[in-house]
């Protein structure tokens, strides 16, 4: 995903998909079993949801980007693990998966 404040807004205005709610516990008070999103990966960064209160935290940084890029395309205040790592770039195995994945995307649009 793109990362910009179009795109990571402080509120939504409606949810096609639960993800964490409130936060917390709020998905086990609503009788959901599911863990709900484990990862959130954009053009500058990986976030994942802080094990107790469920806001997404970045954890690694992608190579050249700085903190201040990740917060001017965050619609609220970024939060970051104690530990950030710059994000390893991607092996042939995940590159050629990825190229088949667009190219069979591509073709299916084509036929629509």
Same mark, same amino acid.
């Given at each position: 995903?793109?990362? %910009? !404040?179009?795109?990571?807004?402080?509120?939504?205005?409606?949810? =096609? %998909?639960?993800? #964490?709610?409130?936060?917390?516990?709020?998905?086990?008070?609503l009788g959901i079993s599911t863990k709900g999103p484990t990862l959130l990966i954009t053009d500058l960064a990986i976030w994942k949801p802080d094990p107790v209160t469920k806001e997404f935290t970045v954890v690694s940084l992608h190579p050249g980007v700085t903190r201040e890029q990740v917060q001017e395309t965050c619609g609220w205040p970024v939060k970051y693990a104690d530990s950030i790592v710059e994000t390893a770039?991607?092996?042939?195995?995940?590159? %050629?998966?990825?190229?088949?994945? !667009? $190219?069979? =995307?591509? $073709?299916? #649009?084509?036929?629509?």
């Open positions: 995903m793109v990362q %910009s !404040k179009r795109g990571m807004v402080d509120k939504i205005d409606f949810f =096609t %998909s639960f993800g #964490h709610g409130e936060g917390g516990d709020h998905r086990q008070r770039p991607p092996t042939e195995l995940e590159l %050629s998966t990825l190229r088949d994945l !667009k $190219a069979r =995307t591509d $073709a299916a #649009h084509k036929r629509a």
